[in-house]
């Protein structure tokens, strides 16, 4: 058991993994900005982001979600780069037993296998940032700073949700196919 956890953590990053990581992360966040800019809810989620730093404007927020993308970008580098292996092995067997998964998948992998794999696993970690950092963790520090316009816990809703799988999904496919270059 303990050889199995040390395996799952025993990872090998370089200096390009980390470059490439912090490109797609930034790739991500401003996928994740154009989505919030865009809808009266994202507005008001830019804000939020932004209090956290007492600075609630749109400016604040986004850019602060930039600096939030990379430094989330590292954690997905160290549960991708121990984690993709057993997930690639995964994706076949589900495609090997049902043929509309190798109409769908199959081209795709074919064009970038990393950049297909990491991109569904960075939505995955993208839903899992949205709910815990900003639906739970952003209003949480709002709260223990003493914001006036503190949310109440939760305060997620489905367009900062969809920003926050867009970041992942974008972060991984970008740092698949830089990784595959």
């Given at each position: 058991m303990e050889r199995n956890i040390r395996s799952l953590f025993s990872?090998?990053?370089g200096i390009d993994e980390i470059e490439g990581i912090i490109?797609?992360?930034l790739f991500g966040a401003l996928q994740a900005n154009l989505i919030l800019h865009f809808h009266p809810d994202g507005l008001e989620a830019v804000k939020m982001l932004g209090a956290t730093v007492r600075e609630p404007t749109l400016t604040g927020g986004a850019l602060l979600l930039f600096v939030c993308g990379v430094l989330l970008g590292l954690p997905f580098l160290a549960f991708a780069s121990g984690s993709v292996n057993s997930?690639?092995?995964t994706i076949i067997a589900l495609s090997s037993k049902s043929t509309l998964l190798q109409k769908l998948l199959v081209p795709l992998l074919n064009i970038s296998a990393l950049g297909v794999t990491l991109f569904a696993l960075g939505q995955v970690y993208g839903l899992a940032v949205g709910v815990v950092f900003y639906g739970f963790g952003v209003p949480l520090w709002l709260s223990l700073i003493g914001y006036s316009g503190a949310y109440a816990l939760p305060s997620l809703g489905l367009i900062p949700l969809f920003a926050w799988m867009t970041y992942g999904?974008?972060?991984g496919l970008v740092y698949?196919?830089?990784m595959e270059r």
């Open positions: 990872f090998d990053i490109g797609a992360s997930f690639v092995t999904g974008m972060m698949g196919v830089i």
